[in-house]
Nanobody, 127 residues
């Protein structure tokens, strides 16, 4: 089992920044590729970004490319999501997810590929 706890969400004006954190516990963090997903009110959950277990491979959704940056610290068992130039359409509950893999460079976009999920953190961007 892996437990994931997100933090860092909040209310910010358009153009502002937030940094989300997701702390993992329970298993060897470096054995898991990580992803961030989000779900806006009335919409399905969508992929935001994924990072491989080594951190060497990253894939962003087009909607956040150039504005969001994912990183991970395998010593602190934490994955981060730096969100800059936020837009009202970024308003959503943000979830981190973990996927066990033996491949150092593997990243996946599909929800079904992930084994563990956090409880989510709310991000609200006002116009």
């Amino acid at each position: 089992q892996v437990q994931l706890v997100e933090s860092g969400g909040g209310l910010v004006q358009a153009g502002g920044s937030l940094r989300l954190s997701c702390v993992a516990s329970g298993r060897t963090f470096s054995g898991y590729a990580m992803g961030w997903f989000r779900q806006a009110p009335g919409k399905e959950r969508e992929f935001v970004v994924a990072i491989s277990r080594s951190g060497g491979s990253i894939y962003y959704a087009d909607s956040v490319k150039g504005r969001f940056t994912i990183s991970r610290d395998n010593v602190k068992n934490t994955v981060y999501l730096q969100m800059n130039s936020l837009k009202p359409e970024d308003t959503a509950v943000y979830y981190c997810a973990a996927r066990g893999t033996t491949f150092n460079t593997s990243v996946r976009l599909e929800e079904r590929s992930y084994d563990y999920w956090g409880q989510g953190t709310q991000v609200t961007v006002s116009s």
